[in-house]
């Protein structure tokens, strides 16, 4: 017999040889089942949420298996960016003798959900919704967004980038930032605004971002920038090549001069001496 049906039930008492000998009066009944989801318990990974749980009921305990048109109704809530939550998925589920759900589709690591489940018969929807709550594992960290990087300086670069905490799908969210090839040159911050100093001139860097959490690392956003000339060492040579200059030109400005002097004695001498021939034949 079925649960939620009226049914109306009579009977014959007869004869030894089959005559009736009295009609009993008509009975109505109706099969009134309660259910309730139990225990209902959560496990999780970062990508997948899972419910169990047990159905009791006083009334019909013993034929639960048996109650075809009995179904499950679940439902899970995931944490948003804004504090809010979002619907992820519901399942019914059509087998009374099954009393678990599994969500794998928009899970995401490291957050807050909320679940509930609520048994259903034949539509009746008005039975008593069991809830739990929990969180996901921690996961693999987005990418870093918006990664900038500029060459302040002739041999300095800067980077900059930036994520929503929520993304870092784990605690202890952290950036991070190296250039390739290059011992030692990791750096690690809570914000992401990196510099990379004393570097050679005129060579070119790729500078790996990655986001980090306390658990995984994400795969890095590479970028490259060039470091330009050293100004400073070409401002010495130029310098220097000025001040030579200069001690060329005032060589040959004094090498001239002296010339001209010799010249200009030489040119004194002739006149004395001519001079002196000149008072001689007078």
């Excluded at 009944?29 to 989801?37: G, Q």
């Excluded at 948003?80 to 794998?104: A, H, L, S, W």
């Excluded at 490259?224 to 310098?239: C, E, M, P, R, V």
Aim: proline share 3%; glycine share 6%; with cysteine.
């Amino acid at each position: 017999m079925k649960p939620f049906t009226d049914y109306s039930c009579t009977g014959d008492i007869k004869m030894n040889n089959g005559s009736i000998i009295q009609t009993l009066p008509l009975v109505q009944f109706n099969i009134n089942c309660d259910f309730t989801v139990n225990n209902l318990e959560t496990s999780s990974t970062n990508t997948s949420i899972e419910l169990n749980w047990k159905t009791m009921s006083d009334n019909c305990q013993n034929v639960l298996n048996k109650l075809d048109d009995l179904s499950y109704h679940c439902s899970c809530q995931q944490e948003k960016g804004d504090g809010g939550y979002f619907t992820m998925e519901q399942r019914i589920i059509n087998r009374p003798e099954e009393t678990t759900c599994v969500f794998t589709r928009g899970i995401k690591p490291f957050r807050n959900y909320r679940c509930k489940v609520h048994s259903s018969y034949t539509g009746r929807g008005d039975f008593r919704e069991t809830r739990v709550e929990g969180k996901t594992k921690s996961g693999i960290p987005e990418q870093p967004h918006n990664v900038v990087m500029t060459v302040p300086e002739n041999n300095k670069i800067e980077v900059t980038c930036s994520l929503n905490y929520m993304d870092f799908n784990g605690p202890d969210g952290k950036f991070s930032a190296k250039l390739q090839g290059v011992t030692g040159s990791r750096k690690e911050s809570k914000t992401c605004q990196f510099k990379f100093e004393d570097l050679s001139y005129l060579t070119t860097y790729r500078v790996e971002v990655f986001t980090v959490n306390r658990d995984f690392t994400s795969s890095p956003v590479s970028k490259q920038a060039d470091t330009k000339y050293n100004d400073k060492a070409l401002s010495g040579i130029l310098i220097f090549i000025l001040i030579i200059l200069i001690i060329i030109l005032v060589a040959l400005r004094l090498a001239v001069f002296i010339k001209k002097r010799k010249k200009s004695k030489n040119v004194t001498k002739e006149e004395v001496m001519l001079t002196s021939r000149a008072k001689a034949y007078i």
